[in-house]
């Protein structure tokens, strides 16, 4: 599976978007891009995820870029409940989503 | 979005002795489910792909003999850790994914600790 590289913490004022990046530049056509995150102490929750076209869901948007080799989570309004550990990970379509973590971005949303 | 449950959600054992965990997909058949580690300040690490009917794959330097996985129907797998050290203290967690989606749901996790 590819690898990512992301920021190893970023901060965000509540009410204001935040746009998490991750890198993965060896990105295979067959792999989708994921995130997660974890709250403290808690298993990893879906947010999102795509292959190639840009998505959005209730909780965020994922932006890919044209050449796959990186992508941005947005939080289009950060509360502090979405504070966490936000994970991307890259993993191939037909593996049941065996996943190889990085090391994540803490996101810190303040008052 | 699917259901993944882990029971339970922490347990103390001595040292010496086993500790079973159970990961149930609750609304949907799981072929196969992931097994996670997490230390303190970690992120999580791939320990094994449980295989419903089948032998569990474990990761490079995960002891097999020592983290046993039964995958005996397609919503329960379960991951004994034998003769648990305080070392094994850890978060564990399981993952699942129903065969018509392409996300996988995470348990909300055990905290094992072995005194």
């Known amino acids: 599976d590819a690898k990512t590289t992301q920021p190893p913490s970023m901060d965000c004022a509540e009410g204001r978007a935040a746009n998490l990046p991750c890198n993965h530049s060896?990105?295979?056509?067959?792999?989708?891009v994921y995130w997660y995150r974890q709250i403290h102490s808690q298993g990893p929750q879906y947010i999102i995820h795509?292959?190639?076209n840009n998505e959005t869901n209730e909780m965020a948007s994922l932006i890919i870029t044209e050449d796959r080799k990186s992508s941005t989570l947005i939080l289009p309004h950060a509360t502090l409940r979405d504070t966490a550990v936000y994970y991307c990970?890259?993993?191939?379509?037909?593996?049941?989503?065996?996943?190889?973590f990085g090391s994540g971005t803490k996101l810190n949303v303040k008052p | 979005g699917a259901v993944v449950s882990q029971h339970p959600s922490w347990v103390i054992c001595k040292s010496g002795t086993s500790v079973k965990i159970e990961c149930r997909s609750l609304?949907?058949?799981?072929?196969?489910m992931f097994w996670y580690r997490q230390f303190p300040k970690q992120s999580l690490m791939l320990m094994a792909t449980?295989?419903?009917?089948?032998?569990?794959?474990?990761e490079q330097g995960v002891e097999k003999d020592k983290f046993l996985i039964n995958h005996a129907s397609l919503t329960l797998s379960t991951l004994t850790v034998t003769s648990a050290h305080p070392e094994d203290s850890s978060f564990y967690i399981c993952?699942?994914?129903?065969?018509?989606?392409?996300?996988?749901?995470f348990g909300q996790g055990t905290r094992l600790t072995v005194v």
């Open positions: 993952s699942a994914r129903d065969v018509g989606r392409t996300e996988a749901f």
């Open positions: 060896t990105i295979s056509g067959n792999e989708y």
């Open positions: 795509g292959l190639k």
């Open positions: 990970i890259v993993s191939y379509i037909y593996n049941f989503n065996k996943f190889y």
């Open positions: 609304d949907f058949q799981a072929t196969t």
């Open positions: 449980s295989n419903e009917g089948s032998k569990a794959t474990y």
